[in-house]
């Protein structure tokens, strides 16, 4: 398999897992709080994993202020 696929898979599972897991307990009058506390931690990482693949619509050139501080 592809391991970019593989990474998209589990990113999908952190996210969606975590979310049904606060939207669950949320429902249920006594609360287990374990439950939620996992589930933000792995909705929080699923969302980590996604930004860190993000990549910046603009190009930054570190020449330019390189130059303006060695002045």
């Known amino acids: 398999m592809n391991y970019e696929k593989i990474k998209r898979i589990i990113r999908t599972v952190f996210i969606v897992t975590g979310a049904a897991a606060i939207i669950g307990e949320t ?12 589930g933000i931690v792995l909705l929080m990482m699923g969302l980590f994993m996604i930004t860190t693949t993000v990549k910046s619509k603009t190009n930054s050139e570190s020449d330019i202020y390189l130059e303006e501080e060695e002045e």
């Open 27 to 38: 429902f249920f009058e006594k609360k287990n709080y374990y439950i939620q506390s996992t």
